[in-house]
């Protein structure tokens, strides 16, 4: 793996003793625009050291943060290298101290994701990926599973930000609910793709995503083999935010899956 890969890894890592350090403390908790959407002084001041440390990584890099108030392409931003950052992903499970919450760091290279890292603090789960390289968890190579629908657990994101996305993704989770072997939501987006990268769950959907809660999962997951999609099954734009679904690689050969393009035309996008 490249050494830029190995480098933001350890900026992961130092940016997971941040948070660590937070248990106990007073966390300036922050209502952001939208329903349950938080934010607290430990995701300004990850944002603001990753972007210190990872600027000593690749000094040219653009940023795009979601703390910065930037959460979509700009002119330029297609060109050379730029960093996707989510401090910490899963801030509502870090206010109640609990698992998981992540630092995400998606790295982008002419327009394109390039590489991918996610630190879970909690439980020490360094995921990491270059494309072409494969996928990896604390250095051991990870592959998503083979096995089908029945046969796999499958993650969802509540859309919690919007009601609608909400009531429609519920019916689509009653949908797989039909045909796997149960549903979880961790409340974490960029937990959920290396989850499924790693074989633990077969796939997740989600309404509602900013660029930030994929950027990272998304290299990774490929790289284990995985797809990741719009509900349409069409590839991702990475330029703004989209409704996911990432599914292993059992999953995306089972003609069984239930048409994710269906309930997205139910939803009023609001």
């Not at 990475?238 to 239930?258: T, V």
Request: with cysteine; net charge negative; charged share 25%.
């Amino acid at each position: 793996m490249d050494r830029i890969v190995q480098e933001i890894e350890q900026a992961a890592r130092e940016a997971g003793e941040i948070i660590r350090s937070a248990h106990g403390t007073e966390l300036g908790v922050e209502n952001k625009e939208g329903r349950a959407n938080f934010v607290t002084r430990y995701d300004t001041m990850v944002q603001e050291f990753l972007t210190r440390r990872l600027r000593e990584i690749i000094p040219d890099a653009r940023f795009l943060g979601e703390e910065s108030g930037m959460d979509r392409f700009v002119p330029g931003d297609e060109e050379g290298y730029l960093f996707v950052i989510d401090p910490i992903d899963g801030t509502t499970n870090f206010i109640h101290n609990m698992h998981p919450h992540v630092t995400s760091i998606g790295l982008f290279k002419d327009g394109q994701p390039w590489a991918g890292v996610v630190y879970a603090p909690v439980t020490d789960q360094l995921f990491s990926a270059q494309r072409g390289c494969g996928a990896y968890e604390n250095g051991r190579r990870i592959h998503s599973s083979r096995q089908g629908l029945s046969e796999n657990i499958m993650l969802t994101g509540t859309s919690g930000f919007s009601m609608s996305a909400f009531a429609v993704s519920q019916k689509l989770t009653a949908a797989f609910q039909e045909r796997c072997q149960g549903y979880r939501s961790t409340g974490s987006a960029e937990y959920n793709l290396c989850m499924v990268a790693s074989g633990r769950a077969g796939g997740y959907c989600e309404m509602k995503l900013g660029l930030w809660d994929f950027a990272a999962g998304s290299v990774i997951l490929e790289e284990a083999g995985g797809r990741i999609t719009d509900y349409h099954g069409n590839p991702l734009s990475y330029r703004e935010e989209s409704g996911i679904i990432a599914l292993c690689e059992g999953l995306a050969k089972d003609e069984n899956m239930p048409d994710t393009g269906a309930y997205w035309d139910m939803w009023d996008g609001k």
